[in-house]
């Protein structure tokens, strides 16, 4: 993968002037992507990177000079390249690794704020970039990710527009109570996919017909399961039933509705909730029941990693412009480690430890 990655990123045009320039655009963000890979993720570190490897970097990568890029030139090339070009890369490398492109797929929809990039933070001018990434539940990868400012385009529009030109067929697309509506579930059935959303009170009337049918109905299957992880002791009771009841207007292609209840002790509290999903799929209970709690790993194994392990919310490459960017090189990362086998994106930093060089000995073996 680093090295058909590698090539991709040396067709993407340098957008800084030839004269004065010493380090080729194809060399720094190699050296950036690499570094962050090793866990290096500000422009300090990625620096401290590149100098405390310059010998192996200058020899592995063949670069002609005899110095690597310093702290100015790696910020410059963060904060001067389209952001376009880092998507291109992105693309590049799952047309090549995300093999389910006409295959059945979960795709888990969720967008994520960038902290780091608030401004006007206690008036009505707030403003924020949403960075919406679509997870593979079948290979891990990140198979989509766009930005946009939250005062310029809501996250809504942001998955409709994803939606309508992502090229991809039977998937079913899961998504929170926020994209529960009209517009969303019949742009995803006119692109041959299917979904599995969750119905709140943003949605009254369906969810009280979704409630009302479940208490008069008799579910077409069940399954239960008990939920000892992180400190909880849940029951977790799931129920479907025939969608094609539910009769709504909005939602013609509902084939089935699901109830969830959840009773126990998170620690010593005790717990008790009850959600309602639609889908666009007749499925059995303990189906449904994997998919809705897998739909969460989008929150532990892209948001959480982002955060904690690549300091994504703290980080000072801040500002509506820069933060994204360097949140989809962060992807670029986190789909380098999945493609190798690693979920856990901590095991992957260990293993490769010091040895970054031994990336490069992977990407011998994959392509031979």
Known sequence: MLNSLIAKIKEVKDFRKTQGRRHELWVV??????????????????????????????????????????????????????????????????????????????????GKSLKNTVSNYKNKSQNMVTMVSWFSQKTKLIIKAESQESKKVSENAIVLSMIKKCGLCNKVFTLDALHCSKKTTKTIIESKNDYLITVKGNQVKLHNRLKNLAEIQKPLSEYQFRDQSHGRNINRKISVFNGEEVGHVNYPHIKSFIKVERTGFRGNKEYSQTLYYISSKKLSAEIFAEKIQEHWLIENQVHWVKDVIFNEDKSRIRGVEVAPKFSLLVTVALNIYRNWGFVSIKKGQSWLGKNWEKMFLIDHFDSS
Not at 31 to 56: C, M, R, W
Not at 67 to 96: A, F, H, W
Request: hydrophobic letters at 45%.
């Open 29 to 110: 963000l190699t050296i950036i992507i690499l570094a962050l890979l090793t866990g290096n993720v500000s422009y300090k570190e990625i620096t401290a990177f590149s100098k405390a490897e310059e010998k192996k970097l200058i020899k592995l990568l063949s670069i002609p000079a005899k110095k690597l890029p310093s702290y100015s030139t790696i910020r410059r090339v963060i904060i001067g390249i389209n952001i376009r070009d880092i998507q291109s890369l992105l693309e590049s490398m799952l047309q090549q690794y995300y093999r389910e492109k006409d295959k059945e797929d979960w795709i888990a929809i969720d």
